[in-house]
């Protein structure tokens, strides 16, 4: 499936399905203020996914090359309910690039 904002698609592995939204087309049009505006809407529609949450951060740190926010959406994500490992690992990374290393290792401890 595929929209002005990106294309969507399912993989399945096992009895885990996974929905991927990737935000290439978008970046190839350069509006990457216009899809991350798109993303927080949906955040507002939505506040208790945590998959909109992460997609933001991620459009902040790929798109839009914005650490400090990326963390921001990132850590939001991770302390949502449902939130996989991996978004963990995401916040905890991008927190300690920008230099908050006490929140990155508190998140790391997270893990275990």
Known sequence: MAD????????EVGDERYEIFRLEPLQAQYDVERGIAFLRRGMAWNPERWELAFETGFAYY?????????ARFFTQAAHMEGAPE???RFAAYVRGRIGDKRAALDLWEELG
Not at 4 to 11: D, E, P, V
Not at 62 to 70: F, N, P, S, Y
């Open 86 to 88: 991996y978004v963990i």
């Open 4 to 11: 002005a904002f990106g294309a969507r698609s399912t993989l």
């Open 62 to 70: 790929i798109a839009a090359r914005d650490e400090a926010q990326a």
